[in-house]
């Protein structure tokens, strides 16, 4: 399988997660499990059927969360010189020539992203059109509302 590109903090929610589900959740799950067996027949119990749902969501999940984590290349862009040029995991502030508008964002692997939050899929279009540009590049980028011309303002390894 390929290699997952992803940031040390988006690593860390993913290992969170994977905590919850199995010491928290799991566990939970097992109890009402139980809990709906007392109550006589499987065939018709719908609690007991509605909690063997859950533990197949849960348990799909944590096989997900267990290949993402061990596929993973975890980037910590703290640690690498900051050139001025916009690489995964950076924070770039640009700024949209034609609307003046100053935006700024991170640059992150597809399962952190959240564009609420600025935080990019480095498979965007913004994000692919800004990667191995540097500092004071104009930049243009097909976006699905039309062509967008940014100009990179400051890249900061955060």
């Not at 499990?33 to 109550?39: K, N």
């Not at 027949?41 to 749902?53: I, P, Q, V």
């Not at 290949?67 to 900051?82: E, F, G, Y």
């Not at 692919?128 to 967008?148: H, S």
């Amino acid at each position: 399988m390929n290699q997952i590109p992803m940031t040390l903090r988006g690593a860390e929610k993913l290992r969170e997660e994977l905590e919850y589900l199995k010491g928290t959740r799991r566990p939970q799950i097992i109890a009402d499990i139980a809990d709906a067996r007392e109550h006589g027949d499987l065939k018709e119990n719908a609690e007991y059927h509605a909690a063997r749902e859950q533990q197949g969501f849960c348990e799909g999940r944590i096989q997900e969360i267990e290949a993402k984590l061990s596929n993973a290349n975890v980037i910590d862009v703290t640690k690498i010189p900051n050139t001025g040029r916009v690489i995964f995991g950076c924070t770039v502030s640009v700024e949209n020539l034609d609307t003046e508008d100053k935006l700024t964002y991170s640059i992150v692997g597809d399962d952190e992203a959240d564009f609420k939050h600025n935080r990019i899929s480095v498979n965007s279009p913004i994000a692919r059109g800004l990667i191995g540009k540097e500092q004071g590049d104009i930049v243009v980028i097909k976006t699905p509302g039309g062509e967008v011309e940014f100009e990179i303002l400051k890249v900061e390894y955060i």
